[in-house]
């Protein structure tokens, strides 16, 4: 079976989609033929592997706003003759090049949030969304609750499928070294409390009624990420007398997030709009026993934290809600520690790498099956979409595995 993931960024691009779209590319290309295209921030076309799947990076001619424009996407779709083509939305230019090729192939959608643009923009983009949407064979969701709520999906319930992110937990086992690095850590901070964020510095966020919080709560607080909001939010811890205990980390490597999972105390997410749809961080988290402080959207955000099990759930958008929550954790230490331990053992049970590798290959396996014009025998099926029955049998069992 040869899979394209049509994505538009790809490691070392950091964020949620680009994590989540390297971890499924690489648990599937165990199985089958997977490739990724993707848009350079260079005006050439590179090609290359990472990790051992081919990377294509199209030419980017230009942008406009976050999106870029580049012309040889729709000619690279061609070019690849694939199985599957796996986009994950959004990526305007490339579902915009998908509907001009017209190809005659499986499409299969993951929609990983809304999009909210100027009033003009958004009409143009919403008719060319569901013109994109309505054409997919199957769309996957990461949780029924977005799936609900969004107004684009709302018309397209029968075409979705949801399919949790998950994390591959082995990944985040605490060993002697994390252990080691996350105690220095905790010596140079010079705080008994450290709450850390983890994502972009961008509105939706919600950083800034973080930092406000910090003001109630006496502990040291660690951001870790970029963005165009970052001298801003420098400039307001400044200005409410935090600067000494908010520490910008700028980006740091996949080794040293894990590191600082374990030096934190608790993980907020403290977003206030629905373009966070899911949360990445808070299964990463949860992989490292840490309780999670998020806010109530009407997205999968809530759907991964559960309120007073794994973590906490506030109202968005206020400081007062995240401080108290804070404070609360703070004082009842053994409630931490078992929201912690709930959490670790969720993720284990329902947010793994495995099982979402093996529910995407099994809609793989659907949608390739529906093409064929007669019912065919496991075994023909199998050889058709060019994966053995062992192979099936393998992927089958993996998913099994806790």
């Not at 929550?325 to 931490?336: E, G």
């Amino acid at each position: 079976m040869k899979v394209v993931m049509v994505c538009r960024g790809y490691h070392p691009a950091r964020g949620g989609i680009e994590r989540h779209v390297q971890d499924l590319s690489g648990f599937l290309s165990r199985y089958m033929d997977v490739r990724v295209l993707t848009v350079s921030t260079r005006g050439k076309t590179e090609v290359r592997p990472v990790d051992g799947i081919e990377v294509t990076r199209a030419g980017r001619l230009f942008g406009m706003g976050s999106v870029s424009i580049a012309p040889s996407v729709g000619r690279y779709l061609k070019e690849f003759d694939a199985d599957i083509y796996h986009f994950h939305f959004p990526f305007p230019w490339a579902e915009l090049s998908w509907l001009l090729t017209s190809l005659p192939k499986r499409l299969i959608v993951t929609y990983h949030h809304d999009v909210d643009l100027p009033s003009f923009r958004a009409a143009v983009y919403r008719y060319q969304t569901m013109k994109f949407l309505s054409r997919a064979d199957r769309i996957l969701v990461s949780s029924p609750h977005l799936m609900r709520s969004s107004p684009i999906l709302e018309s397209l319930q029968d075409l979705c499928s949801v399919v949790p992110f998950g994390v591959d937990v082995k990944k985040y086992e605490l060993t002697e070294e994390v252990a080691r690095q996350a105690r220095d850590f905790r010596l140079r901070m010079n705080s008994s409390r450290i709450v850390l964020f983890v994502g972009s510095l961008l509105a939706y966020k919600g950083l800034k009624n973080l930092i406000r919080a910090m003001i109630d709560v006496q502990a040291a607080l660690v951001i870790v990420g970029k963005g165009k909001m970052e001298e801003e939010l420098k400039e307001l811890a400044r200005d409410i007398g935090l600067a000494s205990r908010t520490h910008f980390m700028g980006e740091v490597s996949e080794e040293e997030k894990i590191v600082l999972l374990y030096a934190s105390d608790v993980v907020v997410l403290p977003s206030t709009e629905s373009q966070e749809s899911f949360g990445l961080i808070q299964l990463e988290a949860m992989a490292c026993s840490r309780p999670v402080i998020s806010t109530r959207l009407p997205t999968g955000v809530p759907f991964v934290n559960l309120d007073g099990v794994t973590g906490l759930v506030v109202e968005p958008g206020s400081s007062y809600p995240i401080a108290g929550a804070l404070n609360r954790l703070f004082r009842d230490r053994s409630l931490a520690r078992r929201m912690g331990e709930a959490g670790q053992k969720r993720v284990i049970e329902h947010f793994n790498l495995q099982q979402m590798g093996q529910k995407v290959f099994r809609i793989y396996q659907e949608v390739l099956a529906r093409s064929e014009s007669a019912i065919i025998e496991d075994g023909e099926e199998f050889a058709k979409i060019g994966v053995s029955k062992g192979q099936n049998s393998e992927i089958e069992s993996v998913g099994k595995k806790k």
